[in-house]
């Protein structure tokens, strides 16, 4: 076998590991056990290099575009094979009242959809709100936005205050929603209770937790709030956004064919 010739010198001269081992070993390059062990180890490089590289696995990106998807950022109503991206008063109503009906945190599931749709929270708000956000005395909750939106205190109503105490005295640890180790409730399991609701509730609709805070926005339009409160209300920083509701609210159209 030949020092520096053929794939078997090229092997060992670059392989620091191989000529660490055979100088331990007082192993000889004419010994019969060189020969076997550098066999070997050439036979190993051989089948590693007969497959090919491993791919690369694509970007988030480029899955987007394989799947159809991209730049479209969260699910279209299309997508989802919605009609609507919002729930009716009354399917609202309804989501409530099947969310406080089934598992064994009925009273803290009733409030989630409750509180989503009352202040137009989104998922990730709804999660992170906290017992000092919440005034009792003063009825009102503070409200803190994220996309950079506007912060705002909003009113509590009667029956959602009493329902907050009733919760207030069955939780521990700092945030309205906690699981029973007192953390904060996971997006994931939000999304999950309110589309058990919606089924159970018989809403014809795929419901999701941002379908309540568009509820929110389409109700308020049709009782024919001015655009620039809606606006405030859920912390909207361009109004363009807000539009989206008015322009679509059925009050424009009262009175037509009278």
């Given at each position: 076998?030949?020092?520096?010739?053929?794939?078997?010198?090229?092997?060992?001269?670059?392989?620091?590991?191989?000529?660490?081992?055979?100088?331990?070993?007082?192993?000889?390059?004419?010994?019969?056990?060189?020969?076997?062990f550098?066999?070997?180890?050439?036979?190993?490089?051989?089948?590693?290099?007969?497959?090919p590289?491993?791919?690369?696995?694509?970007?988030?990106?480029?899955?987007?575009?394989?799947?159809?998807?991209?730049?479209?950022?969260?699910?279209?109503?299309?997508?989802?094979?919605?009609?609507?991206?919002?729930?009716?008063?009354?399917?609202?109503?309804?989501?409530?009242?099947?969310?406080?009906?089934?598992?064994?945190?009925?009273?803290?599931?009733?409030?989630?959809?409750?509180?989503?749709?009352?202040?137009?929270?989104?998922?990730?708000?709804?999660?992170?709100?906290?017992?000092?956000?919440?005034?009792?005395?003063?009825?009102?909750?503070?409200?803190?936005?994220?996309?950079?939106?506007?912060?705002?205190?909003?009113?509590?109503?009667?029956?959602?205050?009493?329902?907050?105490?009733?919760?207030?005295?069955?939780?521990?640890?700092?945030?309205?929603?906690?699981?029973?180790?007192?953390?904060?409730?996971?997006?994931?399991?939000?999304n999950?209770?309110?589309?058990?609701?919606?089924?159970?509730?018989?809403?014809?609709?795929?419901?999701?937790p941002?379908?309540?805070?568009?509820?929110t926005?389409?109700?308020?339009?049709?009782?024919?709030?001015?655009?620039?409160?809606?606006?405030?209300?859920?912390?909207?920083?361009?109004?363009?956004?807000?539009?989206?509701?008015?322009?679509?609210?059925?009050?424009?159209?009262?009175?037509?064919?009278?």
């Amino acid at each position: 076998m030949g020092s520096g010739g053929g794939t078997e010198g090229v092997f060992i001269e670059k392989n620091k590991r191989v000529k660490k081992y055979c100088a331990r070993a007082h192993i000889g390059v004419n010994s019969p056990q060189f020969v076997y062990f550098v066999a070997s180890e050439v036979a190993i490089m051989a089948k590693i290099l007969a497959f090919p590289p491993p791919e690369k696995t694509p970007p988030k990106r480029e899955l987007l575009k394989v799947s159809g998807n991209a730049g479209k950022g969260r699910l279209s109503n299309h997508d989802y094979g919605r009609t609507r991206s919002h729930l009716t008063p009354d399917e609202v109503d309804a989501l409530t009242t099947a969310a406080g009906q089934v598992g064994r945190h009925r009273l803290r599931d009733r409030v989630i959809v409750l509180v989503a749709f009352r202040h137009a929270l989104r998922v990730t708000e709804l999660v992170n709100l906290k017992w000092d956000q919440i005034d009792f005395r003063g009825a009102r909750m503070h409200v803190i936005r994220l996309k950079k939106g506007t912060p705002a205190t909003q009113p509590i109503e009667g029956d959602e205050l009493r329902l907050l105490r009733r919760l207030k005295r069955e939780t521990e640890g700092a945030f309205v929603f906690a699981t029973e180790r007192g953390g904060p409730l996971s997006r994931s399991t939000v999304n999950k209770l309110i589309t058990r609701a919606g089924e159970l509730a018989g809403i014809p609709l795929k419901v999701t937790p941002h379908m309540l805070r568009h509820s929110t926005g389409f109700y308020l339009a049709n009782k024919d709030i001015p655009t620039r409160t809606i606006q405030a209300y859920l912390g909207h920083v361009s109004i363009q956004h807000t539009s989206a509701y008015t322009a679509l609210s059925e009050g424009r159209f009262k009175n037509l064919f009278r």
